[in-house]
């Protein structure tokens, strides 16, 4: 076999081998997501919490007749939001970032605005996909 045929086929064998890589990798990452979990959050729960309800991995917030669910996971390295009453802001206890109830980034190290979930409203609620 001649140097130029030799190339060739090693270039093209580290092309399929690439491609047949990226097939593999590409199918396990889906395989090692879970779907998202559906967790319930009832009217009375948000009303109750006087509109804005933290939960263990999300925050709901009622916006007149409408919700804004975010993740509870800081945009930064993930510390669990808390909310400031004094401010009215939604804040990083880790590193101060603070963001405003429309999940938009105020300020500190976030520099990224909040998560947003997906949710469906039911008859007597939010169903929320939390990741
Ligand atoms: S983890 Fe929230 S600001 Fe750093």
């Known amino acids: 076999m001649n140097s130029k045929k030799r190339k060739f086929l090693s270039f093209f064998s580290l092309g399929v081998l690439g491609f047949l890589t990226y097939g593999v990798f590409k199918n396990l990452s889906s395989l090692s997501s879970p779907p998202p979990k559906k967790v319930m959050v009832l009217f009375e729960e948000i009303e109750k919490a006087k ?42 206890p880790c590193h101060q970032s603070k963001f405003n109830l429309y999940g938009k980034f105020l300020s500190g190290p976030a520099k990224k605005d909040l998560t947003t979930l997906n949710y469906r409203l039911t008859y007597q609620g939010l169903e929320v996909e939390v990741f």
Do not use: A, Q
């Not at 939960?55 to 709901?60: G, S």
């Open 51 to 92: 509109d804005i309800l933290f939960k263990e991995n999300f925050i709901v917030i009622k916006t007149g007749t409408n919700f804004k669910v975010f993740s509870r996971k800081c945009p930064h390295l993930g510390c669990l939001l808390s909310y400031s009453l004094e401010e009215g802001l939604i804040v990083c």
